[in-house]
């Protein structure tokens, strides 16, 4: 029983990034029904811009707020050139433009970053707690990590709820038509939310890179997760990308726990085939998936 | 001429004769080039196959699918585990040949297809295209977790049996005993001796083919003389580009590489006594052949009754099905075709590579199917043949420049799938035809233009 808790305690943190992945994929979706292929590409290229900025300034909160920064402006980027100019009718043209995006994004850091595998430096202690008399699976790092998406989630939600812009956020996701015609500038809108998902995506790069390795398809997988958890928690709801996407770092982490980590994509895989046989949906949602 | 077209089987029959021109044509050209142009067109080829499920999978059927080099590796895996552990066939007790494992490694492709076909089709867009990235993800990861049957990480290496007789340029007989031009080599030394290793496979355009466009074959259109010294060659193993991951190597030209006339004794070296057998020439024809029946299958099926309901479904699914079109049915076959060319594919694949691994069939692979049939065209099969020729040209072109340009390795390496990704979105963004469709396009609008000037 200790093990098992030390596997949901050790699951917590890459739940809460995989969560923060799902997150952006899901602000995209809701307001432009497309899903961002690309998002993970655009979190390593910021996650590599964090970290010449860390070596360059030594600062970790620099590093991140730089992240951020990138983060927004690489998805106004994206949004500009690549997905408004896709003509809506074309929905497979979507999805392709934007796994071009991810290609070139991972071949041109692998020219600007050289020398594959990196390592980014241990902002926090990243070792197990020692309390009540025992070393715990969980550290500073991982509180630091859930701490940043409380708060990411916490920003988001007084975003959409309390503001004029966040109204006009979900009218323009709601109806686009109806929006404009109430005085919503819904392009200007989208493009906020584009740079919104990138700043998130791109914190949730800064995060994960000190626990693995960053390398231009180290996120790769982390994608695969996302999207998983998007999927399952219905990929219009926030709060099912953010419980879903901690659920999926939990069974990620028992499954890595009880057998081997190379498990862990093959089981996913398993979650999401299951949840589209039985929900395609998703839980956290009412929209239709299957058109047939 | 339009009378002749109607009648019962003539389009079947003008398929055939398409294919075949065009597969004997390659076949000539594979006779005339030096072994690395070979291996070229062999992985040309073989990914024009897999590319052809694409296109159906992708274009005709409406369905973005990252799934399909993880297909490959179904086919390639069947191929391998069935080729390294089948004597005799299982239960018909028949004498092994790796035609049967190419067979298996179909069926397995038609299974894993109806599965993800059944999970998947029913399902819109983006959830399909995630549920495809996780199976690109999953599946060599499988391979991974059970290495004591898959190999693991290394994965499996084939001895590929090959032909007993060797794939022989007609130079050999010419030099033994100067036969008559005419009658051995000219026919033979394609036709025949490649297929002690697919004799099944070659015979299916041929002898159909002898009915109606036969004539196609007359005895000129196979090599003789052009195949002679320079082909043979190049036979021995340190020749063999091993696997595609060092192009900017493998692009180094390769004819001053060895003497350019027959050495009786590198001839023996090369597994097989005394006849001049160039492995990639030999991978080539397989690769060619198997391109080509997948191609009169694709053919068929995309210019009939079934490309016309896959269509009609990616156009309007409701009115599809008021036409009494199942959507579901007519997607899940999509993916049950696609998937049987991806495993035949694969199956090809594993046999110019000597090899399977996870490695081999990754992400990368799936990727590389997407973009070739985007860039290529994804409306026609015209595409996945461009697009076949790109993925393996593409690079090269990529490499030569940085090689004459002197740019450093890290700068090399990632600059074709830096041109791949922004090609990719400036086709969809500008021509979503792909190169085949903006050439139709633009010969329909000469066409046009010259029309109205009169």
Partial sequence: MTTFIDYLLGGLGSGAIIALMALALVLIWRSTRVVNFAQVGQAMFTTFIALSIQTWTGSWYVALIGALAAGAVLGVIVQYLVLRPVKRSDTSGAIIATFGVLIALQAAAGMIWPGGSQAFPQPFNNSGIEFAGRVWPISIYDFVVIGITALLVLGLTLL?????????????????????????????????????AGSVGAVAGVLVAPVSTISPNSFDILLVF?????????????????????????????VSGYSDSGNAPVVALLLLALNLILKPEGIFSHHKARSV | MVNLLRLPGARFLSHLAIVFVIWAALMR????IDPLMSYYLALAAMYATAMFGMVILVGLSGQVSLGNGALMAIGGYVFALTSLNWQTVPILGWQWNPIWSMIFAGFGGIAVGLLIGWIGARLRGPYLAGL??????????????????FGGETGLMLTVPYPAGGYAPAAETVTIDEAPLAEVPLEQAPLDEVPLEQAPLEQAPLDTETAGAGDMLTADNFPSAES??????????????????????????????????ID??????????GSAFVLERWQASLAVTAACIIGFFALNLVRGRQGRIWRAVRDDEVAAAVSGISPAGSKI???VVSSFFAAIAGAVFAQILSYVGP???????SLSLLVGVVLGGRASLGGAIIGGVLLVALPQLVFNIAGDRGWPANVTDNAPNLVYGLLVVLVVLIAPGGILGSLKDGTRRLLAKSRSAK
């Fill in chain 1, 160 to 196: 959409f709820t309390k503001t004029s812009l966040g109204l006009s956020m979900r009218a323009a996701a709601f109806n686009p038509e109806v929006a404009r015609l109430s005085g919503v500038r819904v392009s200007r809108v989208l493009t906020f939310g584009w740079a919104l």
């Fill in chain 2, 359 to 365: 490695g081999a069939f990754g992400l990368g692979l």
């Fill in chain 2, 29 to 32: 050209i594979n006779d005339g």
């Fill in chain 2, 228 to 261: 002679s010294p320079a082909a043979g060659d190049m036979l021995t193993a340190d020749n063999f580009p091993s696997a595609e991951s060092s192009p900017s190597a493998l692009a180094l030209p390769s004819e001053s590489a060895l003497p350019n006339d």
């Fill in chain 2, 132 to 149: 495809t990235l996780g199976i690109a993800v999953g599946i060599p990861a499988i391979a991974t977790r059970f290495p004591e049957i």
């Fill in chain 1, 226 to 254: 996302a999207f998983v958890a998007a999927v399952i928690g219905g990929l219009d709801s926030l709060i099912g990308a953010i419980s879903i996407g901690v659920f999926t770092g939990l069974v990620i982490s028992l």
């Fill in chain 2, 333 to 335: 076959s999509a993916f």
């Fill in chain 2, 264 to 273: 009786p004794t590198a001839a023996g070296d090369a597994l097989l006594a």
